[in-house]
């Protein structure tokens, strides 16, 4: 039986970009989790050539609900080859100004150069920069910059007298340190950045001072809405193979699937994800339809990330102790999952601002 079927709203280009993605995962993903690099290598090149790879690069509203598509069903696969099918997003550079784009964007869209996203302060020092002839000096520390030891530059938040500003700080500029690097339990590699004074140029802010935290959170929703795709893809994964398990023959006696006990638990399983995967495409396609509000989608963030430890954990238990094995998909989503309840704002961050939405400022009809 299929993990997934295409969602019934979806329009004919996303009925294909789904197709497209399915037969990725049921034919290629397969035999190229196996060989490491070069699997990631053929993973690419059929992406590629089924017109994939370069979704996240596309900046058109319309493009989100396709991604929204495709990284659920690559998820679903629960391979951890999918993370080559897609190719690196230019994300807040997306709308830079041409010399900004020729030398960040396009190199970065091109696996040319890579970057990283330097917005959580440290509390004790955070980052503000103070103009100086020709451009900002930077003086505080970022505590949490995924990717930041291979990052090539990075986008920095800053505060200013003006408000808060974004940054294009380029890897070596003097006075920039990497610091503490460190591995959190997905397995992402992360590192804090000390700025001592740093030296940039003005033509390296991107838009203007004062508009950084918008900025900041037009990318920071566009993330939020692709770990939801990516958790609900995830827990279709883990319906499917506590599924397989359920329906597996045993050494003796009828299968699990066959008694009432295992049963219940299954379906304990299967419903939270029909019901993410229903919360998922209404946030998608409004924000495709460009009618998103930061109140669904951080509702959205909140109940799939947190749907996804329990449904990733529930699932483990009914598979067995053997899931548990650290290579197994189960237990590496399991360990992936956890970290988005936390990743582009905290779940409970994100709550009070579904309240204050509806409270304080009169939004948030349902
Ligand atoms: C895998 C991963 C990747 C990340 N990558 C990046 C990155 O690339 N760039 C980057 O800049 N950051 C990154 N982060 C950091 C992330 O944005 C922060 O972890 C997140 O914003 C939460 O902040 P914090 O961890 O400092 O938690 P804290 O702010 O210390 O909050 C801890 C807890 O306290 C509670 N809390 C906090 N404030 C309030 C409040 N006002 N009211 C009520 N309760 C509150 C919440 O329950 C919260 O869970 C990443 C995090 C993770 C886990």
């Known amino acids: ?52 790879f370069d979704l996240a690069q596309r900046a ?38 041409g010399a900004l784009q020729a030398r960040f964007a396009e190199p970065v869209a091109q696996g040319l150069r890579r970057q990283a996203f330097a917005f959580t302060d440290d509390a004790t020092a955070p980052v503000h920069a103070t103009p100086a002839e020709g451009g900002y000096r930077l003086r505080g520390r970022k505590s949490f910059v995924t990717g930041g030891l291979a990052a090539d530059h990075f986008i920095v938040y800053a505060q200013s007298d003006a408000g808060p500003l974004l940054l294009i700080v380029e890897e070596g500029t003097a006075g920039i340190t990497r610091a503490d690097p460190f591995e959190t339990l997905d397995g992402g590699q992360h590192c804090a950045l ?4 740093a030296f940039v140029p003005e033509a390296h802010r991107l838009g203007e001072a004062g508009q950084g935290k918008a900025q900041a959170f037009t990318q920071i ?7 939801a795709s990516e958790a609900v893809g995830l827990m279709a994964y883990a319906v499917h193979r506590a599924a397989e398990h359920l329906q597996a023959p045993r050494p003796k006696g009828p299968c699990l699937g066959d008694q009432e006990g295992p049963q219940l638990r299954f379906a ?20 495709a339809q460009g009618e998103g509000t930061p109140e669904g989608l951080a509702a959205l963030k909140v109940h799939t990330s947190e749907a996804a430890e329990h449904v990733l954990s529930r699932a483990l238990q009914l598979c067995g102790a053997h899931a548990l094995r650290a290579d197994d998909p189960l237990a590496r989503s399991y360990r992936e999952v956890r970290s988005w309840q936390f990743a582009e704002g905290a779940s409970d961050l994100l709550r009070l601002r579904v309240a204050k939405a509806r409270l304080a400022k009169g939004r948030g009809a349902l």
């Open 60 to 97: 058109a509203p319309e493009a989100l609900l396709t991604l929204t598509v495709v990284r659920e069903r690559l998820a679903a696969s629960g391979a951890r080859c999918r993370k080559a099918a897609l190719g690196p997003s230019p994300g807040l550079l997306q709308n830079a100004s």
């Open 194 to 197: 000390v700025f001592d004074d």
């Open 268 to 287: 304990e399983l299967w419903m939270p994800v029909f019901a993410a995967r229903a919360l998922l495409y209404r946030v998608a396609t409004q924000f």
């Open 221 to 227: 929703n566009r993330t939020r809405l692709m770990l």
């Open 1 to 52: 039986m299929s993990v997934l079927t295409a969602f019934e709203t979806l329009g004919p280009t996303d009925r294909d970009a789904f197709a497209a993605a399915d037969a990725l995962a049921e034919t290629v993903f397969p035999k190229a989790e196996a060989l490491g690099e070069d699997g990631d290598a053929q993973v690419r090149d059929a992406a590629k050539a089924a017109g994939l």
